[in-house]
């Protein structure tokens, strides 16, 4: 049985071993017959440059099959509805651009605003785009197999999505099939570095090895070709298995040829096939398949050879349209007698080979000093062709595939030039489908075919393959080719504004690869070169003056005001758009320039007008002002504001940097919390669809632990972290660093198995070496928690003293309002414990005074918080009614605002209370209630603590 997604059938074998019969009579007619779907997704050697050709040709034909065979209405309906249910219509959009088929299923769809994205952001949206769509697909009743043939010449791109589809565990009834040619493979392929990874993330392969045939094998093959005894065709049988060595291809090809000469005939007088066993040992036999196919073909009419070689030119298939804008229809009709003969089957409007060694032998009839110049006559044919009608399109890389291949029979500038357009459109054109490396080629060729002069004569053009190369180079991992195009872009531009988009491309492929120190430089480089200059270590006191600069410059200026003009300017746009950048850079590591570069961000936007960026600005600002200046009205109303630009503006790719800054660390203070919980939920849906993949992960785990403070049973806090983790792209993320001390948490809640989660002290080491001090400080809040709720309180203290610098570390999370929550509590318990009414006595007031005064402005988050700090406060102080009637009203508030934790808490704490003044009756009572109530929060562990400790 297969498991999902998660297992993959690996099929190998040397060329003609018959690996494609085996998957196809095994499982594509069963398949078919049960009503599964087949995706055929075949790769072409000479298509390797065009990116994702295979799949979408795969998908296309596929969908045209389906809509074509479906006499099922009902089974279209299903399949229309379940892809509009899973797919919204802005990512139906990204697909039916890739593919016009599936048009057919799903009908036109209403109009729908594109999220504007490029780049790494453009190839996360198209993945994600084709998981949905893979996921709508396999959610049928039915099984469907995707069998992807002749991976050896797959594309990266290719790989990088079929990879995705693997590792999506949310796939049902898929099947995976992958076929190659294991002597075509080596450790150096791409295709090597694909299944390496698929099996570190756990897939499970399933080999299956097709070889050649045996001598016995070979014989019951021909007995039942020829309808004959095995016995009589032994004879026959040992010669073909000599002459072929068993290869199935070979040995059919060889039959075939047999026949073509006369020495296989059928007797209609003995009504048998007969054979002369000498003359057929004597036939000498060529190098392999290929040259058997060459004989045949040689023996074709001449129009019908030079038609077959054409199409060759073209690759394993091709449309007939394609072909009749490169020849006559009366030639094209010639291609009948090669279907006569079996080497090329028709399939609707496609012309297939029936192997793709017919194509290469087809092929290799022509002479090599005339392959180029066929190449560059296609190319040019192709060309006219498409530019008279419609402009070249989707055909634009064939065509520049075709001109490439003829590269040596450009000799004009002028046509050199051209050549040079047509590989920068191709490359501009792969990039927009997310194929950078196949982008990369294209753009390296057209640079190969300019020099110095060209930067004098053509200086537009050049500046625009060279940047589209450094862009592709960068996206496809290639920081060394990427380096070597700026390095040229820069000693050939003209000006500061051509040298911008570079310095932007230098920067993003710096942080990508976590150098952020030499990105800041960089940025801020650029930056003193635009007029925008920073302190080289600015502290605190630089930061509040900025802070009172820009709070003056914002008095009195509302929505109105800041919305009546946007950047025009586009070193300003550029600036404010670095700033964004590099203001989220430094968060991680140097905060003081972050503030300073929101502050700027706003400034410029106050000045010059707003643009997309700005909203994400003040949203930024809004923290600043909250979390750090500890105005909360006054946040909260920026925060509106960066809602009221972000509307405006319709950005929506902006939406999950707004909505997880203001959801996780303004509104926090300001809404009930369980409010902000939808919010992040939605950042994280629009982040996937528009590919911002870190966005969408900061959005998620906010989302999760927003999730658990604000009263969610743990379940579903486990379930909404699960879903989290099945993002493959997630686990190798920095971000999951964040995740695994609040996984711990609620696992030792819980109970159970730790599904291998590292300790605190595993996490605390890695925070450590990697200077990361915010995860240092999550680990620590998660330990005080935990070491508080299972009595440990000397510990608790001990980790709430390390954390007090918590509010700068975290600025504007809830994780404040839980660290002085618990803190009061810890210091109130030591308190008791020593017996000492004014020990902690100032830390227990500070705790209270600051629980006051954020329940006057969030009295729904935090009033019941307050009402058990004073309870036990009132304990301590021996005012039993006090503590009795706050003890009550705490665990009450907390239910009707539904902060099941904190009502198991104050049950407990009540519990505590009465039994330490003798009280069991009541004591028995609140245990019973907390014990109750921690069950219903999903805290197994801690109930069971509670038994434990106090045996009601």
């Known amino acids: 049985p297969i498991d999902k997604a998660r297992e993959v059938i690996l099929v190998s074998g040397f060329s003609g071993s018959g690996k494609t019969l085996l998957v196809k009579t095994v499982l594509q007619e069963p398949l078919l017959d049960e009503g599964g779907g087949f995706l055929n997704v075949k790769f072409d050697q000479l298509h390797q440059g065009e990116p994702l050709r295979a799949i979408i040709t795969a998908f296309n034909e596929f969908f045209d099959e389906f809509v074509g065979g479906c006499g099922d209405s009902g089974m279209l309906i299903k399949t229309r509805t379940s892809i509009q249910e899973m797919i919204e219509p802005e990512l139906l959009g990204v697909l039916t651009g890739f593919l016009p088929s599936l048009s057919k299923i799903i009908g036109t769809q209403p109009q729908t605003e594109q999220i504007k994205v490029e780049g790494l952001m453009a190839l996360n949206q198209f993945k994600f785009a084709f998981q949905l769509l893979f996921r709508a697909l396999s959610e049928r009743t039915n099984p469907v197999v995707m069998f992807l043939d002749d991976l050896q010449w797959a594309d990266t791109a290719s790989l990088d999505l079929v990879k995705t589809l693997i590792l999506d565990s949310q796939n049902k009834s898929v099947v995976f099939i992958e076929c190659f040619r294991d002597n075509e493979i080596n450790d150096e392929h791409p295709f090597t570095s694909h299944l390496h990874h698929c099996k570190e993330a756990g897939v499970h392969h399933i080999e299956i090895r097709v070889d050649d045939l045996k001598k016995d094998d070979v014989n019951e093959l021909v007995s039942d070709v020829l309808n004959a005894p ?487 806090v486990a379930s909404s972290t699960e879903q989290l983790e099945k993002v493959g792209s997630f686990i190798s993320s920095p971000m999951w660093n964040a995740i695994l001390p609040f996984k711990r948490a609620f696992i030792q809640l819980m109970g159970g198995k730790d599904d291998g989660v590292m300790t605190f002290d595993e996490m605390l080491s890695d925070a450590e070496k990697n200077a990361d001090r915010q995860n240092v400080c999550r680990i620590y809040y998660y330990q005080m928690m935990l070491a508080y709720l299972f009595g440990n309180n000397e510990s608790a203290a001990v980790f709430s003293e390390k954390i007090n610098d918590i509010r700068s570390l975290l600025p504007g999370r809830f994780e404040i309002v839980e660290h002085t929550f618990y803190s009061g509590l810890i210091f109130i318990a030591l308190s008791k414990k020593a017996n000492e009414q004014k020990s902690h006595h100032a830390l227990i007031h500070n705790s209270i005074d600051k629980m006051n005064n954020w329940a006057e402005h969030m009295p729904y988050n935090c009033k019941h918080k307050l009402l058990l700090l004073e309870a036990e406060f009132a304990s301590l102080e021996g005012e039993d009614q006090v503590a009795s009637s706050k003890y009550s009203s705490a665990a009450d508030l907390a239910k009707k605002n539904g902060f099941i934790q904190d009502q198991a808490l104050a049950y407990e704490r009540a519990g505590i209370d009465y039994f330490e003044k003798g009280d069991e009756t009541k004591a028995s009572d609140y245990y019973r209630k907390a014990h109750v109530t921690y069950i219903e929060w999903g805290a197994k562990r801690k109930s069971d603590h509670l038994c434990e400790c106090y045996p009601f």
């Open 230 to 716: 095995q016995s009589k065709t032994a004879s026959l049988a040992d010669i073909v298995y000599r002459k072929t060595g068993g290869n199935v291809l070979l040995v059919i090809q060889f039959l075939e040829s047999l026949w073509d000469e006369g020495l296989l005939r059928y007797s209609f007088r003995l009504r048998s096939w007969q054979w002369q066993t000498s003359l057929i040992d004597s036939k000498t036999m060529l190098n392999g398949a290929a040259d058997l196919m060459v004989r045949r073909i040689q023996s074709l009419p001449s129009n019908a050879q030079h038609i077959l070689i054409t199409i060759a030119c073209l690759g394993c298939q091709c449309e007939e349209s394609t072909v009749l804008m490169i020849e006559s229809k009366e030639m094209v009709e010639m291609l009948d007698v090669a279907i006569g003969e079996g080497f090329v089957d028709k399939v609707g409007t496609k012309y297939k080979f029936a192997h793709d060694q017919i194509q290469h032998a087809a092929y290799s009839l022509i002479p090599e000093s005339l392959r180029q110049h066929l190449h560059f006559q296609i190319g040019k044919r192709l060309l006219l062709h498409r530019c008279q009608v419609e402009g070249l399109g989707s055909m634009i890389f064939l065509t520049v595939d075709q001109l490439n291949r003829g590269i040596v029979c450009i000799k004009e500038e002028g046509m050199k030039i051209d050549l040079v357009r047509l590989n920068c459109q191709a490359g501009e054109k792969a990039m927009s489908s997310a194929a950078f490396t196949s982008a990369e080629l294209y753009l390296k060729m057209g640079m190969s075919l300019l020099d110095e002069r060209h930067w004098k004569e053509h200086y537009e053009l050049c500046l625009q393959l060279y940047l589209s190369h450094a862009n592709a180079a960068y996206c496809s991992g290639d920081f060394e080719g990427m380096k070597a195009t700026l390095d040229s872009i820069h000693a050939h531009v003209v000006c500061l504004d051509d040298k911008l988009h570079a310095y932007s491309v230098h920067i993003s492929a710096l942080t990508i690869q976590h150098k952020n120190h030499e990105s800041m430089e960089v940025g801020l480089n650029i930056l003193k070169c635009l007029g925008v200059t920073f302190p080289s270590n600015p502290d605190e006191t630089i930061v509040r003056k900025e802070f009172l600069k820009t709070k003056g410059m914002l008095e009195g200026n509302a929505f109105a005001q800041v919305a009546s003009k946007t950047i025009v300017n586009k070193r300003t746009l550029f600036i404010i758009e670095l700033l964004e950048s590099m203001a989220l850079n430094a968060y991680y590591f140097k905060q003081e320039f972050c503030f300073l570069f929101i502050f700027q961000m706003v400034q410029l936007s106050l000045l010059h007008g707003i643009c997309d960026s700005s909203a994400v600005a003040f949203s930024f600002y809004s923290v600043i002002v909250c979390g750090l200046f500890g105005d909360i009205k006054g946040g909260s109303s920026y925060g509106h504001l960066s809602l009221d630009i972000l509307d405006h503006l319709q950005a929506q790719h902006k939406l999950p940097r707004v909505y997880v800054t203001l959801y996780s660390h303004v509104f926090v203070w300001s809404k009930p919390l369980k409010n902000c919980v939808e919010p992040l939920l939605r950042g994280y849906n629009v982040a996937m669809k528009s590919g911002d993949i870190t966005f969408a992960m900061v959005s998620a785990l906010s989302h999760c632990k927003i999730s658990f403070q604000s009263g969610q049973t743990l379940t579903a």
